[in-house]
């Protein structure tokens, strides 16, 4: 029967799900999967980008970890696409490939002074307090009055977690540089600013709710923001989600004023125009903005500002380019058609596959990946035809490419010694798990058999 050796390049959820789903379809051919990593720890966002105090989203690992385990994947991990391998060594080794690399890196904002010090990116952010093995260990979290520029989940993650107080954030599995940095900050105000109205936000009610429930935190909304337009109005009374957010605004306005020692107030209808100072970030100057009639927003030409001296934005993550591989660079994806991945001609180029937040941008839930892979894969399926033909298809051929590069990859075993170790160092202070977050560390733990 004929075999499809496939890599898949990414071993966060899209890249997991890919495997998994292939794995479940109906199919006339065996199938050979390895999953290469860049990191030596699988699960991509959901490790590195899901906040440490939402447990229940953090437990979707133990699904992915469950497809892992069934033991029909190999899992490379500490190898880079690009350095490690490429896709002249794909070819010789594999009859297609599927990149499900995700994104990593903070969309621009371009406005003036958002390159000063004390500007930080989101996704930076959370790759410190993540405990990301590629971004320094120190956070300077030195501002009494910080602003978060966006207004999706991410930048309500980014603020409730600089408003949180760092004891709170303790269960959970926070590295201990990351809790000695916030549990530091002199932090009292923390301002989330949107361009339109709080019935046109993109994050979802359970995070906006949550807000609510912070510790010694109040939440500041202000009555100017409330006066629904006739979109708006339509929008509560025809969306789900608007209406539960327009009812946790609507208990909001109705609490007495607090006396919490940190406050986090959202601003809507707030065009961001410039982030204003000489040496540092000193203030952040917007625009007033005003519901357009149609479900969107123009500016007033009211101009207002606020001190500050730290500034995040979440407007967004954007994809990275791969190695040979073509690129949208507006949009931040690989050219893709229902994920065959296209060349410049929009012709397919054959024997490539994208998947995930890769493929499809950088929006949407962790289970929008399943629905991604499923496309991705019934394609991959039907062009058995156009697969490569690789010269050295035997399994032991990669690890022996690998070995002979002095690629300390690691295995799923070794990402079962590093599991282990991370649980065995919370247990002791009755904590879920305590991340390994230098690389060298991770790789070592992983790499050594007891
Ligand atoms: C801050 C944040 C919070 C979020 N919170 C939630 C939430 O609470 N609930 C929810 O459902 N969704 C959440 N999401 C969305 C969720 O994380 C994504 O939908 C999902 O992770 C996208 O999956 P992916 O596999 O496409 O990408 P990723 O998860 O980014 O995985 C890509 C993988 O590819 C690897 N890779 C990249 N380049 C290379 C290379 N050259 N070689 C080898 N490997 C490479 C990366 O290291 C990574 O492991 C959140 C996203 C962010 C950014």
């Known amino acids: ?50 906040a440490p105090d939402h447990p229940r989203i953090k437990g979707i690992i133990s699904a992915l970890r469950d497809v892992l385990d069934t033991g029909r994947i190999r899992i490379f991990g500490n190898v880079l696409y690009g350095r490690d391998v490429t896709l002249d060594d794909l070819k010789k080794h594999y009859n297609a490939v599927i990149f499900s690399t995700g994104a990593v890196r903070d969309a621009d904002l371009d406005i003036p002074g958002i390159d000063l010090p004390g500007s930080y990116g989101a996704a930076d952010f959370v790759s410190w307090y993540d405990g990301h093995p590629d971004y320094p260990r120190e956070w300077p979290l030195k501002a009494k009055e910080v602003a978060v520029i966006g207004n999706g989940n991410v930048a309500l993650d980014v603020a409730r977690i600089l408003a949180k107080h760092a004891d709170d954030l303790l269960p959970t599995e926070i590295p201990a540089n990351v809790h000695e940095g916030l549990a530091a900050s002199p932090v009292t105000d923390v301002h989330v600013f949107g361009r339109r109205g709080p019935m046109q936000v993109k994050f979802t009610p359970l995070e906006l ?83 357009d009639g149609e479900g969107g927003v123009r500016g007033t030409g009211e101009i207002r500002e606020i001190p500050i001296q730290a500034i995040y934005r979440a407007v967004g993550y954007f994809g990275s380019p791969l190695d040979g591989i073509p690129f949208d660079e507006k949009r931040g994806v690989i050219p893709n058609r229902e994920g065959q991945v296209l060349d410049d001609n929009d012709e397919q180029l054959h024997g490539v596959y994208a998947t995930g937040w890769i493929k499809r941008g950088p929006v949407g839930l962790i289970g929008h990946t399943k629905s991604d892979a499923m496309e991705t894969i019934k394609n991959l399926v039907n062009d058995q035809a156009s697969w490569w033909a690789p010269s050295h298809p035997d399994e032991s051929a990669i690890v022996e490419l690998l070995e002979s590069r002095g690629v300390e990859y690691t295995d799923l075993d070794g990402w079962h010694r590093l599991d282990q170790h991370e649980l065995a160092l919370g247990e002791p202070e009755g904590r879920v798990r305590i991340k390994v977050v230098p690389r060298d560390d991770m790789v070592r733990v992983s790499r050594t058999e007891d």
């Open 209 to 291: 709710r949550e807000l609510g429930e912070l510790c010694d935190v109040d939440m500041i909304v202000h009555d100017e923001d409330f006066d629904y337009d006739e979109a708006s109005k339509a929008a509560i009374t025809s969306n789900k989600q608007v209406f539960v957010i327009d009812k946790v605004f609507t208990q909001w306005r109705a609490r007495p004023a607090g006396e919490a020692s940190r406050r986090l107030h959202l601003h809507f209808y707030a065009k961001p125009v410039e982030v204003v100072g000489s040496d540092a970030v000193e203030s952040f100057r917007y625009e007033r903005t005003e519901p």
């Open 1 to 50: 029967m004929t075999k499809l050796r496939l890599a898949i390049v990414g071993a966060g959820p899209a890249g997991i799900y890919a495997a998994d789903i292939l794995l479940k379809t109906e199919r006339g051919f065996d199938v050979s999967i390895d999953l290469f990593e860049q990191l030596p720890a699988p699960y991509g966002l959901v490790r590195y980008g899901v």
